[in-house]
């Protein structure tokens, strides 16, 4: 059973550029949710997605977007790149438990992408 | 604004050391708060804790919550090198958004 898996692991990019970065969610998970680690800094919640909808968003600018797919997969986007944008990308998923929030025992982490900005 | 403030930033020990890591957080709206252990990239997932009081304990590693202090604290007793790694503390805010801290680096030296 795979976990949660993303790509590329690592990516290079200039000032302006754009960037996607994909995560596919472990078997049987339906929430995904986004977050950027800079050096030395825990993860920053960027935003999260359920049913192909962004459920919830941190305090990211909108350069900063996303998208679900009806297989659960999930996109992160981003525009006009800047350096401070360098960071670890973690993807993490999960599944709504039957009151309808998030099983956060069960929330796995994929390795991530490194994204450097040049 | 919902924060999660974790000490030390740093630590290093010697090998069979105990060590304890804090966590202390204002969120509204508490549901839980959750240790991971993050040595490479990918965090791994170590307790989950909702009650005041009650240890959670795996192995080495135990956990406990104080909800009217707001803080949590997680020991390692009889530390080993695959210890080393950055310990997490994160605190569910409304609704399903996870906050971390910044983390405890800990360092082993045999």
């Known amino acids: 059973d795979a976990g949660v898996t993303q790509s590329p692991t690592h990516l290079i990019k200039t000032r302006g550029q754009q960037v996607t970065l994909r995560c596919s969610p472990k078997?049987?998970?339906?929430?995904v949710s986004w977050y950027q680690q800079a050096l030395g800094q825990g993860p920053q919640f960027i935003f999260q997605?359920?049913?192909?909808?962004?459920?919830q968003r941190g305090n990211f600018p909108d350069r900063f977007s996303g998208h679900q797919f009806p297989n659960y997969s999930s996109e992160l986007n981003v525009n006009a790149l800047l350096l401070g944008d360098s960071a670890l990308y973690l993807c993490?998923?999960?599944?709504?438990?039957?009151?309808?929030?998030?099983?956060?025992?069960?929330?796995?982490f994929g390795s991530g992408t490194q994204l450097s900005v040049l | 604004e919902d924060k999660v403030v974790q000490s030390p930033l740093s630590l290093v020990v010697h090998e069979g050391d105990t060590v304890t890591l804090n966590c202390s957080y204002e969120?509204?709206?508490?549901?839980?708060l959750l240790w991971y252990k993050q040595e490479k990239k990918a965090p791994t997932f170590l307790f989950m804790l909702?009650?005041?009081?009650i240890e959670k304990k795996s192995g080495r590693l135990s956990s406990i919550l104080d909800k009217k202090e707001l803080f949590s604290i997680l020991n390692i007793t009889a530390t080993q090198t695959g210890d080393s790694a950055i310990y997490l503390c994160?605190?569910?805010?409304?609704?399903?958004?996870?906050?971390f801290g910044k983390g405890t680096r800990l360092h082993i030296l045999p």
């Open positions: 078997s049987g998970h339906d929430t």
């Open positions: 993490a998923s999960s599944s709504v438990g039957d009151r309808g929030f998030m099983d956060n025992e069960k929330l796995f």
């Open positions: 969120v509204t709206n508490f549901r839980s």
């Open positions: 994160a605190v569910e805010a409304p609704v399903d958004k996870i906050i």
């Open positions: 997605y359920y049913e192909e909808e962004e459920r």
């Open positions: 909702t009650s005041s009081g």
